[in-house]
């Protein structure tokens, strides 16, 4: 979208800290246009429809990753994915990467995206395992208080998408720098 109006490209380093702020986060670094300013929702559609074309172009685990999946599963481990992302994109990308999440919840499933707990009671309630029993993995502050509110034990994935800065003043279990290194909470 920046090209498209000769605007010069930015950083992975600069985009990365916007990633889980979504839509509204990435055109705001992009174009600094937030939703009440005129000709922010056709910059909204226009990136979505941008969006749905590309989605699975580049899309990678992180590293690890696909280790630690397998660990957990090795384990017994039930695992889900609870993400804000609606389900049409959602589910592309989960099929895509051919993750054999035991459930998967997105920005659409419940009536409340993270920070409330809504989505994050609802997998449990799938999965029929008491929330208490349940660790979240995530890279956002959101991401920590739906875990807390939903009594679940919280962890941050310091190697996701956050910037830097703050997160040791969350009330997080902990933080992660590798995916493998979330064994150790299991």
């Not at 605007?7 to 990633?19: C, G, K």
């Not at 990467?97 to 920070?115: H, I, M, N, Y």
């Not at 919280?154 to 064994?183: F, K, Q, R």
Request: aromatic share 6%; with cysteine.
């Amino acid at each position: 979208m920046r090209r498209a109006r000769s605007l010069e490209d930015l950083s992975q380093d600069e985009i990365r800290p916007q990633v889980s702020n979504g839509v509204k986060g990435l055109l705001g670094l992009g174009f600094g246009i937030s939703p009440e300013m005129e000709g922010y929702e056709a910059m909204r559609v226009e990136y979505l429809a941008r969006y749905t074309e590309n989605l699975c172009n580049g899309t990678r685990l992180f590293a690890g990753m696909e280790e630690l999946l397998s660990e957990i599963e090795n384990r017994g481990i039930v695992w889900g994915i609870v993400t804000n992302k609606p389900m049409k994109y959602t589910a592309p990308l989960v099929e895509k990467l051919g993750l054999d999440a035991a459930v998967v919840v997105g920005g659409d499933s419940c009536a409340r995206q993270k920070p409330h707990p809504d989505q994050l009671l609802h997998a449990a309630q799938i999965l029929k395992i008491p929330a208490e029993s349940c660790l979240y993995l995530g890279d956002d502050r959101r991401d920590v208080e739906a875990s807390l509110a939903a009594k679940m034990k919280p962890v941050i994935a310091a190697y996701g998408y956050l910037g830097a800065g703050g997160m040791e003043s969350w009330g997080a279990e902990g933080a992660i720098d590798h995916p493998l290194e979330l064994l150790d909470y299991l």
